[in-house]
């Protein structure tokens, strides 16, 4: 008989809504302490190329700007091959002194209509070239974002290389060879 109380009280008791205290809101200071050695999601200008599950030779291209905004499309390695020599043009002529020092700066765009998705846009001012790239999605969505600059009087200086524009060259070029060897 007492073992049958005991369950009746037992069950009794599972069968009761157990509620939780709710937990104090965290202040400004607990929650910079609990972030402080959290990931953060990249700042500023940004890129991606990488491979398409599932699809051999496909690569996805993401492109964002400072505020948050994207546009993303996809390619083929033959259409890799044509952005990489769309920017390789652009930035054998940032290095030259061809339309420096007008007023104001000359703007070139380097495009291919094999591939009218992908722009790069040189700007000229000073003693720099300034590179901007566009991504004009097939479904319409288009971006520009800037993507660093070169000084044409120090060619092949290291700060180039930490530039946007000369790490989305060699992530594209290693895409290729990627999509080669698929």
Excluded at 27 to 47: I, N
Excluded at 131 to 138: A, H, K, L, N
Excluded at 143 to 170: A, H, I
């Amino acid at each position: 008989m007492v073992v049958s109380a005991v369950l009746l009280i037992g069950t009794a008791a599972f069968a009761q809504k157990q509620t939780k205290p709710v937990p104090k809101p965290y202040t400004d200071a607990e929650l910079r302490k609990m972030s402080k050695d959290k990931m953060k999601p990249p700042s500023g200008a940004s890129f991606y190329v990488g491979a398409v599950d599932g699809v051999p030779g496909r690569f996805s291209m993401l492109l964002t700007d400072n505020g948050q905004k994207f546009v993303e499309e996809s390619y083929l390695v033959n259409q890799l091959e044509v952005i990489a020599a769309v920017m390789t043009e652009a930035q054998k002529f940032a290095r030259t002194e061809e339309s420096a020092g007008k007023i104001p700066p000359a703007i070139t765009r380097f495009a291919d209509k094999q591939e009218p998705t992908f722009m790069v846009d040189v700007e000229k001012k000073g003693d720099q070239s300034r590179f901007y790239v566009t991504i004009q999605s097939v479904a319409g969505k288009k971006l520009t974002v800037e993507m660093g600059s070169l000084k044409r009087s120090n060619p092949g200086s290291d700060s180039e290389q930490n530039e946007l524009y000369f790490k989305m060259l060699d992530r594209i070029r290693a895409a290729i060879e990627e999509g080669k060897q698929q």
